[in-house]
């Protein structure tokens, strides 16, 4: 690819981004004037591109606000603690790094064979609503996208029994926290395509990455297999829950089927309008 056609097809692919953000933003008022946004950077593709996002659309908004990036550095063995602070400095933008060695506690509360991941993200979602209440943030952005969402509605779906997916914006269990997720409509593959072009420092988490029995890659891999032999089924997949038809499922709390019954006086009005239908008669 010569030098002038990857300018172009970063170009077009970063309107793509910005343009799918700024249309989640508004579909779900995630943004209002005089929001001080949390941008929750890990040092993975997804929080990079939020984070890049977010600044762009910053630029061209109709309405101000302000954005803070914060790290929380878990001290995980190896984690590179100058990577964050360097690149958060050379975009100009204001930052806080958060050091609480969750890590160990992890560590010490997984057993055996089980996944970090539950214990990992109760601590992490305390630390940073804390954080967010204490820097004065209205909202908390994560970075998680459209893929994230299907996951996460199958995840549920498989080993939950539950109909539940990641919702675009959400009010913490307190009611003082809003957690917004602006890449609600971004496929994964591209933020990955953005993220090669950007030229990120990602630091990988040895956590949750080097884990190879998360149920949530048996549900990627089943969603990958789908986007090779059926092309847009996971974008329907999506749409489809902003599209719910509460009558057609079977929640009762939803939708009052036992009060559902037939409109009487409706009734009533055929039964004058349509005439009787004629006798038929037997002639021997």
């Known amino acids: 690819m010569t030098g002038a056609r990857m300018a172009y ?48 659309l910053q630029r061209n908004a109709p309405v101000n606000f302000e954005l803070v990036a914060v790290n929380l550095d878990q001290k995980q063995p190896g ?15 204001e930052y806080r790094i958060l050091e609480e060695d969750t890590y160990s506690v992890v560590q010490r ?8 991941c539950p214990v990992c993200s109760r601590l992490r979602r305390g630390i940073l609503y804390n954080c967010a209440r204490s820097i004065g943030a209205s909202k908390i952005a994560l970075g998680h996208h459209l893929d994230d ?39 994964e593959k591209d933020i990955a395509r953005w993220a090669t072009f950007a030229g990120y420092p990602i630091i990988p988490c040895n956590l949750c990455g080097s884990q190879d029995n998360l149920q949530r890659q ?12 059926f092309p847009g089924r996971v974008e329907s997949i999506a749409r489809a829950l902003r599209h719910v038809t509460a009558s057609h499922l079977g929640d009762r709390e939803m939708f009052d089927f036992a009060g559902l019954t037939r409109d009487a006086s409706l009734l009533s009005v055929l039964q004058v309008s349509v005439p009787p239908s004629p006798r038929s008669e037997v002639h021997s």
């Open 9 to 56: 097809e970063r170009n077009k692919l970063h309107r793509k981004l910005r343009r799918l953000a700024g249309q989640a933003v508004a579909d779900y008022g995630m943004i209002e004037a005089g929001d001080r946004i949390m941008v929750c950077l890990s040092g993975g593709k997804d929080s990079y591109t939020l984070l890049d996002v977010l600044m762009s």
């Open 79 to 93: 984690f590179p603690e100058d990577v964050l602070p360097a690149y958060l400095s050379s975009l100009g933008v």
């Open 109 to 116: 509360l997984t057993p055996p064979g089980k996944t970090t």
């Open 149 to 187: 969402v299907v996951e996460t509605l199958f995840l549920n779906l498989f080993h939950g029994g539950r109909l539940k997916a990641m919702p675009p914006k959400l009010k913490s269990d307190d009611g003082r926290n809003l957690v917004i997720r602006p890449l609600y409509y971004i496929r």
């Open 218 to 229: 048996s549900i990627k891999a089943m969603l990958n297999a789908w986007d090779r032999e």
